[in-house]
């Protein structure tokens, strides 16, 4: 498939986390996504419309959150970690999660900033880990229809 489709199917991601206190201050309040079901070692987010599934492992807070980067690969003048996953938004939205990000304090990996400024597939990008060290790329087009541009 190389067009975007009409509408989108939501896609089902399930991550590892070592505090699900945590997760609920970080994915509830701190980037405002709804929480879904859940039990005492898992809750469902609405992730903007797809489900996102934080998993505690293990027996709770261990101190020290877990390493989910397995690497990183340059882009723009940046090592981006990886695996990352997140949310394209529009770009106001973009702008009100990062102060949001930057109010409570949350530390970036990589800043947000314009990424292949007045180049095809032109976009806002900033990277944070969440309190387990999943990364988590957002992004933002001023033009949707860059986001596939080559």
């Known amino acids: 498939m190389t067009a975007q489709p009409d509408s989108l ?7 590892p986390v070592d505090d699900i206190g945590a997760a609920r201050e970080f994915y509830g ?3 405002g996504f ?9 809750i469902d987010w609405n992730f903007g419309g797809h489900q996102v599934v934080t998993h505690q492992v293990g027996d ?13 690969n340059p882009v723009d003048g940046h090592q981006v970690p990886v695996p990352h996953f ?11 999660l990062a102060e949001r ?3 409570a304090g ?13 180049e095809p597939g032109e976009q806002w ?5 969440d309190p387990a060290g999943n990364a988590l790329e957002f992004k933002a087009f001023a033009d949707l229809e860059q986001l596939f541009a080559v």
Not at 86 to 96: I, R, T
């Open 9 to 15: 199917v939501p896609f089902h991601l399930a991550i």
């Open 106 to 118: 949350t530390e970036f990996v990589i800043e947000p900033y314009v990424r292949f400024q007045g």
């Open 101 to 103: 990000l930057t109010a």
């Open 125 to 129: 990008t900033m990277f944070f880990l």
């Open 29 to 31: 309040k701190v980037l």
């Open 34 to 42: 709804a929480e879904g079901r859940s039990d005492t070692k898992w």
């Open 60 to 72: 709770g807070p261990s101190g020290t959150p877990r390493d989910g980067v397995a690497g990183t």
């Open 86 to 96: 997140g949310l394209v938004l529009p770009v106001p939205e973009f702008q009100k």
